[in-house]
């Protein structure tokens, strides 16, 4: 059964950073795709940053230079680390987990089936 477990959420300031992290059980790590989306009150759900089985990343453009996506194996956990953070980063962090399929889009909630119970950060100005 698959387990994601979001931590490290919180609560920074403008240009601050964050990092949160993902931990895996129950799923091949080596074979899914990993991401994290996020959602804001009142907002959908958009995806923030994936990475492929191989290490491929994907960043929805307004996080590009600022948020970096990886994975340890030894911890089979997928880390996400937020630098220069903006008020409109703020939002539930979930975590996800998906296989290869063709015509997946990697940043769309609709690819992936497992999810954890999400993270809350706060960025305030």
């Known amino acids: 059964q698959a387990r994601l477990a979001e931590s490290g959420g919180g609560s920074v300031l403008t240009g601050g950073s964050l990092k949160v992290s993902c931990d895996v059980s129950g799923i091949s790590f080596s074979s899914n795709y990993m991401a994290w989306f996020r959602q804001a009150p009142g907002k959908e759900r958009e995806g923030v940053a994936a990475i492929s089985p191989g290490g491929t990343t994907y960043y929805k453009d307004s996080v590009k230079g600022r948020f970096t996506i990886s994975k340890d194996l030894a911890k089979v956990s997928v880390d996400l680390q937020m630098n220069d953070l903006k008020p409109e980063d703020t939002g539930m962090y979930y975590c996800?987990?998906?296989?290869?399929?063709?015509?997946?889009?990697?940043?769309?909630?609709?690819?992936?089936?497992?999810w954890g119970q999400g993270t809350p950060v706060t960025v305030s100005s």
């Open positions: 996800a987990a998906g296989e290869w399929r063709f015509g997946a889009v990697w940043l769309s909630p609709d690819s992936y089936p497992y």
